[in-house]
């Protein structure tokens, strides 16, 4: 089965510093992976995804993330952090043949003025 | 416009109730989805319907059944409501079945938040 794990429930960084949200996943085969957000009392929206196509991926505000398959891993950066991007941001993964997403359980992040 | 919307945005109701959530999607998209938020945050999903088919029916009590009149509308009906369903649960779609290729996405509404009193 596949799954995903979210290291830190809680991140906080400065105003201006690196974001940096980790993500690890656990496949049998390279899988697609998702990163969403989650704003204060919204649904979820897509960051980002990898599909193979580059294992360098870029999203919407800045965001980015780089598929390891050596550390089975898909970190999402940003580096520079701003006040708006404090929010839930949910790691999901699935495999390439049919079957449901699977979320990680979260990383709440939190911009320290 | 509103892609994904659900109806209500708030539910607060007694134990042993029967409770509906509506969701509509605009998108024209053939698959939707609903997901349960806990109060961890923790997202699971529940049910997946493409074009009026049940695909995904994961491990869910039988007092929750969705209903999906068209394409464009997937609800959830809950009967005898219990404390532990307190939740947020959202509706999502994506043009396809499975919303993992390359250019599809999963979109979400806004969530509704249910409170079992």
């Known amino acids: 089965a596949q799954s995903v794990t979210q290291l830190g429930s809680h991140v906080s960084v400065s105003e201006g510093a690196l974001v940096l949200l980790r993500c690890n996943y656990s496949s049998s085969v390279p899988p697609y992976l998702f990163w969403y957000v989650q704003y204060p009392n919204q649904g979820l929206q897509l960051l980002l995804k990898y599909t193979s196509a580059a294992t360098l991926v870029k999203g919407i505000n800045g965001f980015e993330a780089e598929f390891k398959k050596s550390e089975t891993s898909f970190h999402l950066t940003k580096p520079s952090a701003h006040m708006s991007d404090a929010a839930e941001y949910f790691c999901?993964?699935?495999?390439?043949?049919?079957?449901?997403?699977?979320f990680g359980t979260g990383t709440r992040l939190t911009i320290i003025p | 416009d509103t892609a994904v919307s659900q109806t209500p945005k708030y539910l607060v109701t007694q134990m042993g109730n029967d409770k509906s959530i509506k969701c509509e999607q605009n998108l024209g998209h053939d698959t939707m989805y609903w997901y349960k938020q806990d109060s961890k945050k923790f997202l699971k999903i529940m049910f997946s319907?493409?074009?009026?088919?049940?695909?995904i029916n994961e491990t869910v009590p039988n007092r929750f059944s969705p209903k999906s009149p068209d394409k464009a509308h997937l609800n959830l009906h809950i009967n005898s409501l219990e404390l532990g369903d307190s939740a947020v649960y959202f509706c999502?779609?994506?043009?396809?079945?499975?919303?993992?290729?390359?250019?599809?996405?999963?979109?979400f509404g806004p969530g509704t938040r249910l409170t079992v009193l």
């Open positions: 999901a993964v699935r495999k390439r043949e049919n079957e449901k997403l699977t």
């Open positions: 999502a779609s994506s043009q396809g079945r499975w919303a993992g290729g390359t250019t599809d996405t999963q979109y």
């Open positions: 319907y493409n074009n009026k088919e049940l695909i």
